[in-house]
C-alpha cells in the first residue's frame, strides 16, 4: 500500500470517529452545512493531485480501473477509457448486477440501463435495454451517431443492430437459477451492498485535463418489467462538467433520481465543495429525505479538475477502486452517513 493511501486509511478512520453519533433527523435539520461537518478531518482531498486519474464503484472497479489506465497511461483519452473500463464488467459473466449474467427483472428478463458523459458534455444513454452485452458502447453510439440523448427498449435495441452490436442471451444459467428461487416468494427487497456489487460508476481525469464518466448496470435484481433506474439518466446515475467535475452513483437508483444525485455533487463542488465534502452532502440529503434511509444504500463518488477524489455512503460496505500516476489501484472504503436514531 502506498503512503499515501495509508495516511488516507488512518486519517479517515479518525473522521470518522469525530462524527460521533449522527442520526438520520440530525442530518436532516443540519441542511447544507452538514457536509462540511461530517466530512472534517477525512483526508481523501488530499490524495490524487496528479492526472491521469480513474475511480470507479465497488470492488470490480479494480479490474475496470487497470482497463482504463492502459488508455490513460498512453495518453489517450478518458472518454475511451471509461468505456473500455467498465466494458469489464459488462463482460463478466458472473458479476451479477452489471451486463452479462445480471439478475433479471421479475419476468426473467435481462435489461440494461447505461450511460456516458464526456468533457464537452455530450452524453448518450440507453435503457431497458435487452440482448446486447455492451449497452455502454451502445450508449456511446446514441451520443455520437444520433441527434439525441436516449434511446429506450426496443428502439435502443433496434439502433443497437443497425450499427452492428449483436443480440445474444444474457441471462446465465446461475442468475435464472436465482430468479426461479426468487419466484417462490416474490418479495422485491433491494439487498444492500449485493456482494460488494452493483452499478458500475466510473470518473476519469486524462492528461489533457479532461473528465469523462461512464455508468451501467443491470438495475435492481427482480424489478418491475419496464422499471429504469439511476444509471441512464444524465444527472443522476452520472453528471460532469469539464470545468468543474463529475459524479456518478450506485446504489437504489429511486433515492439518486429523487435527489438529483450526482448533478447536485456536480454543482456543489462548482460552488467549492471538496469532492468529499460534495458526496457526503449528497447522501446527507438522500438520508433526510427519504421515508427508509435504514433500508436502502447509496454511495456517490466524485473527482474535481484537480484529480482530487471522494465518495460517501448511507450504510457502511461501500467502496471504490481509485488510481492515478500517484495512487497504487487499491480499494477506497467511503465514510457511511446513517446512524440508528
Ligand atoms: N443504481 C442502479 C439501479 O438502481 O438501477
Known amino acids: 500500500m502506498s503512503q499515501s493511501r495509508k495516511e488516507f486509511l488512518k486519517t479517515g478512520v479518525a473522521g470518522l470517529a469525530g462524527m460521533g453519533t449522527f442520526t438520520a433527523t440530525q442530518v436532516a435539520a443540519k441542511e447544507s452545512s452538514a457536509a462540511k461537518k461530517i466530512s472534517n478531518g477525512l483526508s481523501s482531498d488530499k490524495i490524487n493531485t496528479v492526472k491521469p486519474v480513474v475511480l470507479s464503484t465497488w470492488i470490480h472497479g479494480i479490474v475496470a480501473n487497470e482497463e482504463a489506465w492502459k488508455v490513460l497511461e498512453n495518453g489517450g483519452t478518458s472518454l475511451d477509457a471509461v468505456e473500455l473500463g467498465v466494458k469489464t464488467a459488462e463482460a463478466d459473466p458472473t458479476n451479477q448486477s452489471v451486463g452479462l449474467g445480471g439478475f433479471p427483472d421479475r419476468e426473467g428478463r435481462v435489461t440494461l440501463d447505461a450511460c456516458i458523459m464526456n468533457h464537452e458534455q455530450q452524453c448518450g444513454s440507453v435503457a431497458f435495454l435487452e440482448h446486447i452485452v455492451h449497452p455502454i458502447s451502445v450508449a456511446r453510439k446514441v451520443m455520437e451517431e444520433t441527434p439525441h440523448v436516449m434511446l429506450v427498449g426496443n428502439g435502443a435495441l433496434q439502433f443497437a443492430e443497425q450499427q452492428g452490436f449483436k443480440r445474444q442471451n444474457l441471462l446465465t444459467e446461475a442468475s435464472e437459477n436465482a430468479w426461479r428461487k426468487w419466484l417462490e416468494d416474490s418479495k422485491y427487497a433491494p439487498v444492500i451492498?449485493?456482494?460488494?456489487?452493483?452499478?458500475?460508476?466510473?470518473?476519469?481525469?486524462?492528461?489533457?485535463?479532461?473528465?469523462?464518466?461512464?455508468?451501467?448496470?443491470?438495475?435492481?435484481?427482480?424489478?418491475?418489467?419496464?422499471?429504469?433506474?439511476?444509471?441512464?439518466?444524465?444527472?443522476?446515475?452520472?453528471?460532469?462538467?469539464?470545468?468543474?467535475?463529475?459524479?456518478?452513483?450506485?446504489?437504489?437508483?429511486?433515492?439518486?433520481?429523487?435527489?438529483?444525485?450526482?448533478?447536485?455533487?456536480?454543482?456543489?463542488?462548482?460552488?467549492?465543495?471538496?469532492?468529499?465534502?460534495?458526496?457526503?452532502?449528497?447522501?446527507?440529503?438522500?438520508?433526510?429525505?427519504?421515508?427508509?434511509?435504514?433500508?436502502?444504500?447509496?454511495?456517490?463518488?466524485a473527482l474535481n479538475k484537480q484529480g482530487v477524489v471522494g465518495g460517501s455512503a448511507i450504510h457502511p460496505g461501500f467502496n471504490y477502486a481509485l488510481l492515478s500516476k500517484e495512487q497504487e489501484n487499491g480499494m477506497i472504503d467511503a465514510p457511511h452517513l446513517f446512524k440508528e436514531e
Do not use: F
Open 193 to 301: 451492498n449485493v456482494e460488494n456489487h452493483d452499478t458500475i460508476g466510473m470518473l476519469a481525469l486524462d492528461d489533457s485535463g479532461n473528465i469523462s464518466g461512464a455508468c451501467t448496470t443491470s438495475g435492481a435484481a427482480y424489478k418491475m418489467h419496464g422499471r429504469v433506474g439511476d444509471s441512464p439518466i444524465i444527472g443522476a446515475g452520472l453528471y460532469l462538467d469539464n470545468e468543474v467535475g463529475g459524479a456518478v452513483a450506485t446504489g437504489l437508483g429511486e433515492a439518486v433520481i429523487r435527489s438529483a444525485g450526482a448533478s447536485v455533487a456536480v454543482e456543489l463542488i462548482r460552488q467549492g465543495y471538496t469532492p468529499q465534502q460534495a458526496c457526503d452532502e449528497v447522501i446527507a440529503r438522500i438520508i433526510s429525505k427519504e421515508k427508509e434511509p435504514k433500508s436502502l444504500q447509496v454511495g456517490v463518488i
